[in-house]
């Protein structure tokens, strides 16, 4: 069974940083995808960063590109989402994420199949 457990959401002011952490169960970590998505208030769960089984690629949603920084260190199993210069409307849920099958890119939303309970991350103005 995949388990999923983030940590490091919090509250934090408009520019500061913070950097969430998930470190998966249940599958061999360096052979999958993994992602960030996140769901504000009212609104539907988006995309946030994805990064591929082998931490070649990364991807991100035009709105938190060279803000936000996806690693993963596959030694210690663990996926990093390092959020700097955030902003109010970066505020919401936000979820670590798996692919359902091995060696993926982690670009396609629908690919993922696992998730975290989530952590939450408020940025006041």
């Known amino acids: 069974q995949v388990q999923l457990v983030e940590s490091g959401g919090g509250l934090v002011q408009a520019g500061g940083s913070l950097r969430l952490s998930c470190a998966p169960s249940g599958l061999t970590f360096s052979r999958y995808a993994m992602g960030w998505f996140r769901q504000a208030p009212g609104k539907e769960r988006e995309f946030v960063a994805g990064i591929r089984w082998d931490g070649g690629i990364t991807y991100y949603a035009d709105s938190v590109k060279g803000r936000f920084t996806i690693s993963r260190d596959n030694a210690k199993s663990t996926v990093y989402l390092e959020m700097n210069s955030l902003r109010p409307e970066d505020t919401a849920v936000y979820y670590c994420?798996?692919?359902?099958?091995?060696?993926?890119?982690?670009?396609?939303?629908?690919?993922?199949?696992?998730w975290g309970q989530g952590t939450d991350v408020t940025v006041s103005s």
């Open positions: 994420a798996t692919e359902g099958a091995p060696y993926g890119m982690g670009s396609t939303p629908r690919n993922y199949a696992h």
